[in-house]
Structure formats: structure tokens, C-alpha cells
């Protein structure tokens, strides 16, 4: 039997503790462990983004790191992302945008966008097509996905954040 | 698709490292970003007994620019290595290349090195160590050793290091007088998941002679490879028509492509030529990376 | 009144959406002591069970047990798809295989675990002995007379056969003086949605059940469940949490939710299971596998004479619950007259069995693949003919002014705008202006470019006579609402649908605010609880907005004439006198003498001083079972423009256009939605998506890095218009458009591919167009020419 190992991560700025075994993925861990629901497993082998989160400030696949491994590390989900009972700015123009239907996909998008925006404050839409294509959604066809984040980033820009 | 139970260790520097693989090498594999590895695990397809994390080595995190090379760390990220002021400034190819790998969130975690040592035959990172001459510096519990991107990948995910071995770092060559280059690469989709890409590196004298040529390619055999009779057919003369139709007829015949349900095996003859074709247009107008 | 209904309003759903606080099936709260499966797949598309050693895999730690195949049956009957059509030839299946394995990735052993890794760790120890055998795997050779047979019952693997002729068929055909023919074939796909499957089923106290499961079909679910595993069905309870996309691969019935819901009551424990995406993409439905043999007789103007069509379609291994595998066979023999004044038709119509893994219902069944061979032709007529092949099918479709028209198979067209809308959709993209700059070779900056045309009919919101008509005579058709008016004046509605991301919250609220006279944010929608909603069909064919719409109105309706009656009575007028605004009843013509909605209910549910109405029951809610006509009919253009790259193959989409019509829209920017995903799913599946087998029936590509999906940077921005022609034939005037998206989508790329390449003289009659296939042709005609 494999030994379990204690580790401990900033989770949406919360020191949280765990005992799990090696082979845990991030995302389970977040999921059943933490009970963070949000951060959805869509493939299990990092290609559909649904498990974006981001770790040490940049995004990542939680279901490609074994929680062992990121011992330590800051982690930022879906519920992470806003403050309080206000929708983000990106939240709200994915609202206004009819930019998700299932909503399976959109935690993962919501923080793609949000590692995109920060880095990219101004990108056309062939720059926000690139950086949504490493994450599927299979509803929505992506226009209306486009359209907000060209709105959020307006947004973003006028707020000067 | 949960991965087979491992036990873990990181340990917090190289000698660690080595200790553990020298213990366990044979059933043991090093995780650095995770990016392919993972993946064949959550599958169950590769299952090893324990997993050995670099990522606690700092020592590992490095860019250092020699006079003649670059040199990458095993833990530099792609993304890291992709914005590196020096890498974009001496090695804009591997810069280039990297741009290829994967979404930005792969690229945030996977490691430049282990891209390399995990070997896939339709990577970009393999193409582009090969077009840069680069060294391979691997380490083991009997020392250091340099082995030539040349003769590091032996087959699909197959490299020259040994279990109880790892790739320290890779020692790319900067780009040096008037030297241009480019990564092209297609696939199925817009973006992503090569069937064939090309990895071009060409340097010229001051009469426009082509001096030096380097020409990569995935998705021409189970290893990313060079085309020697495309480097020959350029060497030492003008890129002209006459060269450029040279150097595509060999990367047509001078690679063995595997067919799986992406594209058979005529579908990436053809297209490779047409990568080196315009990678060469590209270059010859000075349009680089 | 019409407050509410066609106006853009904002999705209640987003919310806790974008929190990550929605609960979809792997969210749903576990109760301690959950015990979670594993399904042992099988490897060989053929084969006898030999043996099944559980052993080592039940001495694992963590595991409650191994079951084979015959442990299991012991819990669940063997399942039956109940098609009762001529021609048809009935075969059971058992949920977990006994005796023979028929497709790669049936499951042949369940593990049931503390903990779902270790539930994988066990899936490795069973050892299970096979003898394989010989597979059919192609669907042309599996009807040869050698073939592996894949069930005793089926002879010939012929699992159905449908012919049918219009009177005089032949005379039509051989007068007319041009004929053209083609085999087109259309690659198998999957609807692939992002969240896997999955089910929960929870042991209440006396017996009862809670089954939780991503389904889009709750009730029918709650059926067949209760039949097939032996449980009441009163003490089973279907609960639907958020589904992450369905597409009609959630509305079907699986094994693995009968395995689910009989081992929670075995064990008397909780039991789950979560399907990964290797499973998904092997064991969920597939769809599309078909081959389209059709003959068209037209005269020298285009105008087609008569059609003659041999469609072939692959059931997979076995026939699914609940639609079995007949319904993408008889739907593209029926529906591929399309839009067209096609008078004189006949068919042969064959699903045939294979080793292969079963197909169903994915968005748009056979609507795609058969207007991919409809619309081809249109395009081969057009060029045989030289007449642009817009001008062809705007000679062949019906005209608005002829509506209702009842086509050749006997399906009414109420109402429509099949020229119109394919008008607009050439005028949104540039149709004449794209074709006067386009040279004979189509080459223009070093690419080949084309433009292409999918003009359609879609069958939507199907009643029960349109189940009838297809063999499904236990399929009801009906859905519906049941609308309460409760004491405090907000408004609760239930209605027999389970979303999966169509914005039901706030379109049916929409609906029954309207119907009603109150204000939208005082309706409350509740759906996907059998406990909670009347019996109905569920969420699948674009059949929502039609059948759930029309229920609630219906139900609406009848509460609004019963609070009609209490205003009155109430107010001292006459009944015809009230009139509703803004949730307020007032004497026509005088606002101030009225009464509020909260006063009204409370009055029915005797909570204030007043009275009722003499005989008036108590209580303010109705229920209504609303079964539409055969089918409402939605049309649509779709016009994809291409770039066909010479060297590598790759097809780029450079301007998209449609123009929908589904009857009265209830949201447009929900709308809007379903176009642009349908056309996202349908370009996936025209250039990149399909499920490849080799010869032994091995899937060559599951997981995501080999089946690909199409990302934001493959679907171009779709120019998007609507008319509306609301349909006569039923409550509320919606027609369905759940599917139009996808079914346009795939022949407008494919025509747009083929009159790019026209001048190569290279057609196209098969999908996807991957860029192998496509270069390879271009380099097949250019090495031919310059030989």
C-alpha cells in the first residue's frame, strides 16, 4: 500500500490541508477533497481545458498534476475568481454575451480568459480565438465566447484594473 | 481513466535526484511539467512504480547564455523559455517552436527538457533541438555526458538516456551573423496536433550563399529528423528555385511518415515538401521568425 | 399578450454557472458509504466469454464485489428496443454480456468500489477469457451472404428494411430526360459533449430510489429503468441535476444506468458511477454511418422529375432504448425531400447490423447526412445543367403561396419560407457579387473558393402520430405543463423536459408569463424531477419550445380563465369584462376597478375574506398534456464560403450565412445560440470528426487527441437572420431549432468544398474532408493533367 502524503495548498487565498495518496489528481482533489466543485473534468487527459485552474498565477490543466506535486502551490478556481456576490467583469460579459449554455466548459474558459486579459489587454479576435482554442465548448460555437471577451477586455481596459 | 498507484519523491536538489533514480530508475520516471506524461498515466498506459518530481530543484530553473549556445534548465517551462528575453534574442526559433506546443496552460507547466527527453514523434520541441545543433547534457550517477540532438532520439518516445539517467538541460546554438529561420507546421485543426511540421534554420554569407542548413522535420518517421540531402542540396550555394525544388524533392523521398487516422503516410510525404517549400520562400525573403 | 415572449432576454441560468456553483452529476452530493463501478470493456469486437476470473480483482481492498455478466442478469431483464415497424427484426441485449461480446468496449464484468481509482485498479485484475471471432465491421460486406453474423435473430445482419414507391414511380423516372446519380457516404460521429455521462442512485428509507443521471429523457428513463430491473415504478425517482451537454447521446438509455439503479438496491447502498471520456467516445452512441445511393430524373430547366434513393444505414451491435435503430434509416429516406416539390420518390431504406459499437439519436439523426446527398444533387444538377445552383433550388422548392403543401411521404408543411429564406441568406453573404468575381478554375490567390448552399426542412417537435409513422409506438410524444398560480401570486410552472444548456428556465418562463399576464421574474420554471413534473417525453428532436411551450400555454391558459372567473366574481363583472395586465385583472376599460394577482390567488387558496365563485374548486393550478401534430416543419439556408488550400488540403470557412425559420421565436438570443453551436457540431463533422474502426473493429481514436473537435479558431463568425413563419398546426407557433444549426451546416461546407474543387473536376460524396483526402484528390487530378 502507498503511503499517503499531507500536503498543503493556497486554495482562492485559503490555506487548505489534504491527505491523499501520490496518484491524486489536482482536480479530484479540489473536487472531493475540497468539495470545489466548479473546476469540471471533461477529459482526463488535458486536451478539452474543462479543468483549467490557475496555479502560481498561470493557468493549468488540473487534471495533468498530481496534487503531491503542487504541495504548496497557490491554486485559483472558478470560485475564486470573483468578489462576492458581484459577477466578474469577464463573468458578466460571458452573462450578457450568452457565452455559455451547459456552462460544463465555462469555468475552464472563465480562467483561460482571465490568465489572456491580464496578459493581453488589448488582443484582436484571431489573438482571443488563439488563446480560447486550447479549450472546447461544444454548445455554443464559440461566436458568442469571442464576443465577451473582446467585452471584457473593453471593460477591463476602462477600469483601468 | 484514474492512474495506477506510484510513490513520489521530490527531493530538493540534483543529488536527490540522482540518488532516487539510481534507486529506482528502471520503474521510475521523472515528472517534470507533466504535460505528456500525465496524460499515458491517467490512460493507464504507462505506469510507473514511483514518479520522481524535479520540480523542487531549483537549480534546475536556469537560462544561461554561453558565447555560443543557450542553455535551458530541466525545469524552465516552455512558456518560461518561449518569453525568455534571451531565447527570443539569440534563438528566436526555439522560441518560435514553442509557440506551437500545446494551449498556453500546457505550455505554463511542460518543461522545454522534458518535451525533449519524453521523445514524441509529432512534438515540436525535438525538431527544433535538431535544427539547433543542440546538445543534449545529460546526467547520471556516473557523471555528465553530451550526446548531439542528432543521436539523442532513437524512436518513439525513445531517447538515448538511460533509466537511470535524466536531461539536465539543452544546449541550443545562438543565432549568429545573418542567420533566419522559421517553425511551419499543419494538422488537422487550425491550431494544434501536427501531422507534419518543420523546424528551418539557414545562415548566409554576405553574397547570400547559404552557408549552413538545417532542416527538421516531424511527422517524416517515428523521430523527429534531419534531411540531409535537403541541408546538402542547400549548402554552399544561392537559395534560387533550382535549390528550393532540390531540397523539397528530398524531403519527400528522404523520410519514411507513419499514416494513422489524421493523414496516411502520401498525405505527410506531400505536405512535408510543401512546409519545406514555403519555409524556404519565407526565408528567401527574409520574412523570418 | 406578448410581454415577454420574442424579446432577448438575459439567461437566469448564467449565474451560479459562472460561479462554478451548478451541480451537474459528478457534483451531486454523496451520501457516506457510496460504492462506485467500473465497467470491465471488452477488447474484441467479437467473441465468446470463456471465463470471467473476478478473483484477484475481488480481493483487492476497497472492492464490495466483482459481477459478470450473469450476476448481473440476475438484477436486470435482458433490454428490448420496442420498434414496432414492418421489416424490423427484434434483438435483446444484455446490459452486461454474457455469452458473446459484439462491439469493442461492451462491458463484460462490473467492479464495485469503495473509491472510483481503485474501482480502475480492479477493472485491471479481472481476467477474462475470450474466443474471438470473426467480425463484421463494414456495413457494405456485413449483408454479404459469408458475413459473421452478429445476432440469431437478425438473418443477414438486415436488421430492417423499409421500400416505398409513389404510384407510377418508374413511368416518372424514365421520362424525364436527364438522370444523374451518386453514392454519397457519410462518416460516423458522436455528439461528444463536454460533460460524460454519469449516474447516482440512493437507497431512501421503504424501498424507494433516487436515481440522479445526466439524461435528457427523465421520464421514459424512470420507465424503462422500472421495467427492466423490477422495481416499482411509483418508488422511482428520476432526478436530472445541470447536464453538460446532451445532444441526443444523453437521450438514450444505457446499460449502465440499469446496472446503476439495480445494484443500489442489491447492495442497499448508494451506488455511482462516472463515465470517463475513453468510454464516452467508445460506448456512447455514434451516429452518421451511412451510405445514400440516389438517382435523380430532372427536365432541362433543373426541376426534378423524380428521386430514386437506397439509403444504408449502421445500427452498431445492438438496437438502443429508447428510439432503437431504425430512426436515422427512416429518417433520411423520408426527410430527404427536403424543401423540394418532389412528387414522385421511392426508397429502400436499410439499417444493417455490425460489430461495431450501437448508434442512436445525435442532433439532426439522419437530416445531415441526407441532405448532404439531397443538396449534392442539387449541386450536380445545377452543373450538369449549367444553371447556378441557387437559381436550381429556388426552382424546385414549394412556394410560400402554395403552403400548407403535404409532401411525398405524407408530412404537412404549414407554413414556411423556403425561397425566402434562402434569398436572404445569398444577399447576407453576397451570393451574386462572390459568383460574378469567381473565375471558371475558382482559383484566386493561390486557393481554391467556392460557395455552398444547404437549404432545408426540419422536422421538429414530433407528436405521437410522428412516432407512429416511424415504428415507435411506445415513444408518447406528448409533453406537459402543469402551471400553479401559488398564494403569494408568483408563479410556479413544471414541465417534462431536462435542459442541457437550451436556457428552459428563462424561455418557458417567458412563455408562461405571456400566457398568463404577469410579470417574467415572478415565474419560476422546475423541470427533470419525475417527482415534481407530470409524465412527458423529454428534451430531444428540437421538440422543447413545440411540446413544452404548447403544454404550458395550454395550462396557462386554463389557470388564466380560472382567475378570470374569480376576478369577476370578485370585481362583480362579467367574466368576458376582465382583461389581465401586468399582473393585475381589471374591468375592461376601467383600470382603477381591479384586483391583484396575489389577492386573486389567495382567494382560490381561501386565505382571505372573499369567496369563490359558485363551483369553483379550490386551488390555482392546471395541468395539460399537449401532443403536437405529426410535426411542425422549420426551414432554413445555410451558405458557407470556402478556401481550399492547393498544397496541404485544408479547408477554411471565409464567410458563413444563415437564415433560419422557426416559426415565432421565444428568445432570439437563445436562438441565435442553437444556430451557432449546431453549425460549430456540423463544420467538426463536415471537415474533421469521425469515429474510424480498422478491420478487426478496433476505434482507432478514442480520446480527444485523435477524435477532433473543432476550436474557436475553426468556426468562423456566422452572419445570422431570421424569418418567422409560426406554424398553424400548433399551440404557440414555435417550431423546433434545436438541430437546424448542424443539419445546414454540414452540406453547405461539403457544396462549398465541391464548387471549389469543381474546376478539378472533383466531386464530393463523403465525409469529413479531412486535408489528406482533399490534397490527395487535387494532387491525384494535377498529376493526371500533367502527364
Same mark, same amino acid.
Given at each position: ?32 477533497? =475540497?468539495?470545489l ?12 481545458g474543462?479543468?483549467?485552474?490557475l ?9 495533468? %498534476? ?26 458578466q460579459?460571458?452573462?450578457r ?42 454548445c ?13 477586455? !473593453? ?7 | ?35 505528456s506524461?500525465?496524460p499515458?498515466?491517467?490512460l493507464?498506459?504507462?505506469?510507473p ?21 543557450i ?10 523559455a ?62 555528465r ?8 532520439f ?15 538541460? &539543452? ?14 507546421? &499543419?494538422?488537422?485543426?487550425? %491550431? ?14 554576405a ?17 523527429a ?61 527574409g520574412?523570418?521568425? | 399578450?406578448n ?17 462554478? $456553483?451548478?451541480r ?6 454523496e ?5 462506485? =463501478?467500473?465497467f ?45 415497424i ?10 452486461v ?12 464484468a ?8 481503485v ?5 485491471e ?11 463484421s465491421i ?8 459469408d ?6 435473430a ?10 416505398f ?5 418508374? $413511368?416518372?423516372f ?63 425517482r ?32 448508494p ?10 467516445l467508445i ?28 439509403? !444504408? ?13 431504425t430512426?436515422?434509416?427512416t ?8 424543401p423540394?416539390?418532389?412528387t414522385?420518390?421511392?426508397?429502400v ?13 445525435y ?12 443538396e449534392?444533387m ?11 445552383p441557387a ?16 409532401? &411525398? ?94 436556457? %428552459? ?20 420554471i ?38 378570470? !372567473? ?21 374591468v375592461?376599460g ?29 386551488g390555482l ?25 492547393? $498544397? ?65 479558431e ?27 444549426? &448542424?443539419?445546414?451546416?454540414v ?16 466531386e464530393i ?5 479531412r ?17
Amino acid at each position: 500500500m502507498i503511503e499517503k502524503l499531507d500536503i498543503t495548498l493556497i486554495v482562492n487565498g485559503r490555506e487548505r490541508h489534504a491527505r491523499v495518496e501520490p496518484r491524486r489528481l489536482l482536480a479530484d482533489v479540489l473536487r472531493h477533497e =475540497l468539495g470545489l466543485k466548479g473546476t469540471h473534468i471533461g477529459c482526463e487527459h488535458g486536451v478539452c481545458g474543462a479543468c483549467t485552474v490557475l496555479l502560481d498565477g498561470r493557468s493549468a490543466r488540473s487534471c495533468l %498534476h498530481f496534487a503531491v506535486a503542487v504541495d504548496g502551490a497557490e491554486i485559483t478556481t472558478v470560485e475564486g475568481l470573483g468578489g462576492g456576490d458581484e459577477l466578474t467583469p469577464i463573468q458578466q460579459a460571458f452573462h450578457r454575451n450568452h457565452a455559455l449554455q451547459c456552462g460544463y466548459c465555462t469555468p475552464g474558459m472563465l480562467v483561460t480568459v482571465q490568465e489572456f486579459l491580464a496578459r493581453e489587454p488589448d488582443p484582436d479576435d484571431a489573438a482571443i480565438r488563439r488563446a480560447l482554442s486550447n479549450n472546447i465548448c461544444r454548445c455554443t460555437g464559440y461566436a458568442n465566447i469571442v464576443a465577451a471577451v473582446r467585452e471584457a477586455a !473593453r471593460a477591463l481596459r476602462e477600469a483601468g484594473t | 481513466m484514474k492512474p495506477a498507484p506510484f510513490a513520489f519523491a521530490q527531493p530538493d536538489d540534483l543529488a536527490g535526484l540522482l540518488l532516487a533514480l539510481g534507486e529506482h530508475g528502471e520503474d521510475a520516471r521523472i515528472l517534470a511539467g507533466g504535460q505528456s506524461l500525465v496524460p499515458l498515466m491517467n490512460l493507464r498506459m504507462v505506469q510507473p512504480a514511483m514518479l520522481i518530481s524535479l520540480n523542487r530543484v531549483d537549480a534546475l530553473d536556469f537560462v544561461d547564455v554561453e558565447d555560443d549556445r543557450i542553455v535551458i534548465g530541466a525545469r524552465v517551462r516552455q512558456a518560461q523559455a518561449e518569453e525568455d528575453e534571451a531565447v527570443r534574442r539569440h534563438c528566436p526559433l526555439l522560441a518560435d517552436a514553442l509557440s506551437f506546443v500545446g494551449g498556453q496552460s500546457n505550455r505554463n507547466r511542460g518543461t522545454v527538457c522534458g518535451s525533449l527527453a519524453h521523445g514524441d514523434p509529432l512534438g515540436e520541441p525535438p525538431a527544433a533541438a535538431l535544427a539547433l545543433d543542440a546538445e543534449m547534457r545529460i546526467v547520471g550517477p556516473h557523471g555528465r555526458r553530451t550526446v548531439p540532438a542528432s543521436q539523442f532520439f532513437l524512436g518513439a518516445l525513445e531517447t538515448v538516456i538511460a533509466a537511470d539517467e535524466m536531461l539536465e538541460a &539543452v544546449a541550443v546554438e545562438r543565432t549568429r551573423g545573418d542567420e533566419r529561420s522559421c517553425f511551419l507546421e &499543419v494538422g488537422n485543426r487550425a %491550431h494544434g496536433f501536427a501531422v507534419a511540421g518543420l523546424a528551418l534554420r539557414l545562415r548566409f554569407d554576405a553574397a547570400g550563399t547559404v552557408t549552413l542548413a538545417r532542416v527538421a522535420m516531424i511527422g517524416a518517421g517515428d523521430t523527429a529528423r534531419r534531411i540531409a540531402g535537403a541541408e546538402t542540396a542547400l549548402t554552399g550555394r544561392a537559395l534560387d528555385e533550382a535549390a528550393i525544388a532540390e531540397a523539397v524533392a528530398h524531403a519527400r523521398t528522404e523520410v519514411d511518415p507513419p499514416s494513422d487516422v489524421h493523414a496516411d503516410a502520401g498525405h505527410r510525404r506531400h505536405v512535408l515538401g510543401v512546409l519545406l517549400d514555403r519555409g524556404l520562400r519565407r526565408l528567401a525573403e527574409g520574412d523570418d521568425a | 399578450m406578448n410581454e415577454f415572449v420574442g424579446r432577448a432576454l438575459l439567461r437566469r441560468e448564467d449565474a451560479h454557472l459562472l460561479r462554478g $456553483e451548478a451541480r451537474f452529476i459528478d457534483d451531486v452530493p454523496e451520501p457516506d458509504g457510496t460504492l462506485h =463501478l467500473g465497467f470491465v470493456l471488452s477488447p474484441h469486437a467479437h467473441a465468446r466469454i470463456l471465463e470471467v476470473d473476478t478473483a484477484a480483482a475481488a480481493a483487492l481492498p476497497g472492492i464490495q464485489a466483482v459481477l459478470t455478466g450473469a450476476d448481473i442478469a440476475a438484477h436486470v431483464q435482458p433490454i428490448v428496443a420496442e420498434v414496432e415497424i414492418e421489416g424490423y427484426r427484434r434483438h435483446g441485449r444484455d446490459v452486461v454480456a454474457r455469452d458473446l461480446v459484439r462491439f469493442v468496449g461492451e462491458a463484460v464484468a462490473v467492479v464495485v468500489a469503495e473509491d472510483p481509482y481503485v474501482a480502475q485498479d480492479a477493472i485491471e485484475l479481472v481476467e477474462v477469457s475470450y474466443e474471438p471471432l470473426a467480425a463484421s465491421i463494414d456495413m457494405e460486406a456485413t449483408t454479404a451472404a459469408d458475413a459473421p453474423r452478429v445476432h440469431e435473430a437478425v438473418p443477414g445482419n438486415l436488421v430492417f428494411e423499409g421500400r416505398f414507391a409513389t404510384e407510377g414511380f418508374d $413511368e416518372a423516372f424514365a421520362a424525364a430526360p436527364h438522370v444523374l446519380k451518386e453514392r454519397f457516404k457519410s462518416g460516423r460521429v458522436g455528439g461528444v459533449p463536454l460533460e460524460p455521462r454519469g449516474c447516482l442512485a440512493v437507497p431512501e428509507p421503504g424501498g424507494a430510489l433516487t436515481f440522479y443521471t445526466s439524461t435528457q429523457i427523465p421520464h421514459m428513463l424512470r420507465t424503462a429503468v422500472a421495467k427492466y430491473i423490477g422495481c416499482p415504478e411509483s418508488r422511482l425517482r428520476v432526478v436530472v441535476p445541470e447536464v453538460g451537454g446532451g445532444f441526443g447521446t444523453k437521450a438514450q438509455i444505457y446499460p449502465e444506468e440499469f446496472v446503476t439503479a439495480a445494484l443500489a438496491r442489491h447492495f442497499r447502498r448508494p451506488v455511482k458511477w462516472i463515465q470517463d471520456r475513453r468510454e464516452e467516445l467508445i460506448t456512447d452512441i455514434h451516429s452518421r454511418d451511412h451510405i445514400y445511393e440516389v438517382e435523380v430524373a430532372f427536365d432541362g430547366e433543373g426541376l426534378v422529375q423524380a428521386l430514386r434513393s437506397r439509403v !444504408r444505414t449502421n445500427a452498431g451491435a445492438y438496437s438502443t432504448l429508447p428510439f432503437g435503430c431504425t430512426l436515422e434509416t427512416t429518417g433520411g429516406a423520408r426527410m430527404i425531400v427536403g424543401p423540394y416539390r418532389i412528387t414522385n420518390y421511392a426508397y429502400v431504406a436499410q439499417a444493417v447490423v455490425t460489430h461495431t459499437g450501437p448508434v442512436g439519436a445525435y442532433r439532426g439523426v439522419a437530416q445531415p447526412s441526407c441532405y448532404m446527398a439531397i443538396e449534392g444533387m442539387m449541386d450536380r444538377i445545377a452543373r450538369h445543367l449549367d444553371i447556378d445552383p441557387a437559381e436550381v433550388r429556388l426552382r424546385n422548392m414549394v412556394p410560400t403561396a402554395e403552403l400548407p403543401w403535404t409532401n &411525398v411521404v405524407g408530412v404537412r408543411y404549414d407554413t414556411g419560407s423556403y425561397q425566402e429564406s434562402l434569398r436572404a441568406a445569398m444577399e447576407a453573404i453576397d451570393y451574386e457579387g462572390f459568383r460574378a468575381g469567381q473565375p471558371a478554375d475558382r482559383l484566386v490567390d493561390g486557393k481554391y473558393r467556392g460557395i455552398g448552399i444547404c437549404s432545408f426542412t426540419e422536422v421538429s417537435g414530433t407528436g405521437a402520430p410522428g412516432w407512429r409513422a416511424r415504428g415507435l409506438v411506445r415513444l408518447p410524444g406528448f409533453d406537459t405543463g402543469l402551471v400553479r398560480v401559488e398564494p403569494s401570486g408568483e408563479v410556479t410552472a413544471f414541465v417534462s423536459h431536462a435542459h442541457a444548456g437550451q436556457g %428552459h428556465y428563462t424561455t418557458f418562463a417567458q412563455v408562461v408569463a405571456d400566457a398568463l399576464g404577469v410579470d417574467f421574474a415572478d415565474v419560476t420554471i422546475i423541470e427533470g424531477d419525475t417527482a415534481a413534473v407530470p409524465y412527458g417525453t423529454g428534451t430531444f428532436a428540437s421538440r422543447s419550445a413545440v411540446t413544452g411551450g404548447g403544454a404550458l400555454i395550454r395550462a396557462a391558459t386554463k389557470v388564466r380563465d380560472k382567475m378570470r !372567473r374569480i376576478a369577476a366574481h370578485i370585481l362583480e363583472a362579467a367574466v368576458e369584462d376582465v382583461v389581465f395586465e401586468a399582473g393585475r385583472a381589471h374591468v375592461a376599460g376601467v383600470e382603477g376597478h381591479g384586483v391583484d394577482m396575489r389577492r386573486i390567488a389567495e382567494t382560490a387558496y381561501a386565505m382571505n375574506e372573499l369567496t369563490l365563485p359558485e363551483g369553483e374548486d379550490f386551488g390555482l393550478e392546471e395541468t395539460d398534456f399537449y401532443d403536437p401534430p405529426l410535426v411542425t416543419m422549420a426551414n432554413a439556408s445555410h451558405i458557407a464560403r470556402v478556401a481550399v488550400d492547393a $498544397e496541404d488540403g485544408r479547408v477554411e470557412i471565409e464567410a458563413y450565412a444563415v437564415v433560419h425559420d422557426c416559426g415565432r421565436l421565444i428568445n432570439p438570443m437563445i436562438v441565435d445560440g442553437q444556430i451557432h453551436g449546431g453549425v460549430a457540431q456540423g463544420i467538426g463533422e463536415a471537415l474533421m470528426e469521425e469515429f474510424v474502426y480498422d478491420d478487426e473493429g478496433q476505434i482507432q481514436n478514442a480520446t480527444l487527441l485523435d477524435y477532433l473537435l473543432p476550436t474557436a479558431e475553426d468556426i468562423p463568425d456566422i452572419t445570422l437572420g431570421h424569418i418567422e413563419s409560426p406554424t398553424i398546426d400548433a399551440v404557440g407557433g414555435f417550431k423546433g431549432v434545436g438541430e437546424g444549426g &448542424v443539419i445546414g451546416a454540414v452540406p453547405a461546407v461539403l457544396n462549398a468544398v465541391g464548387d471549389a474543387l469543381s474546376g478539378l473536376g472533383i466531386e464530393i460524396a463523403t465525409k469529413p474532408l479531412r486535408p489528406s483526402l482533399l490534397a490527395g484528390e487535387i494532387r491525384k487530378v494535377r498529376d493526371g493533367s500533367a502527364s
